[in-house]
């Protein structure tokens, strides 16, 4: 079993940065790709970045330029570096594991962008 912690959010002015951290325990297969996703209120989950083992990325448009995704493989770890934070980037931020067919979520982690 596959378990992923969240930590990192928070309220941060317009402009700002923060540094999300998902920290993976279990098994964890050299083929697994990791992900943030994000859900804003009323809105549908969606994805921001993802990361395979080999460290090959992509991103959503949105975030292009702004947000930097990583992977540590030797701990597990996989991090999400927010720069130059936009309102329109409040939201839960999950973490994701996939791996094997199967789908792993963290909990979730709140990110608000306001003055």
């Known amino acids: 079993q596959v378990q992923l912690v969240e930590s990192g959010g928070g309220l941060v002015q317009p402009g700002g940065s923060l540094r999300l951290s998902c920290a993976a325990s279990g098994t964890i297969f050299s083929s697994s790709v990791m992900g943030w996703y994000r859900q804003a209120p009323g809105k549908q989950r969606e994805p921001v970045a993802t990361i395979t083992s080999s460290g090959s990325t992509n991103y959503v448009d949105s975030v292009k330029g702004r947000f930097t995704i990583s992977r540590d493989n030797a701990d597990n770890t996989m991090y999400l570096q927010m720069n130059s934070l936009k309102p329109e980037d409040t939201a839960v931020y999950y973490c994701?594991?996939?791996?094997?067919?199967?789908?792993?979520w963290g909990q979730g982690t709140q990110v608000t962008v306001s003055s």
């Open positions: 994701k594991l996939f791996q094997r067919l199967r789908a792993y």
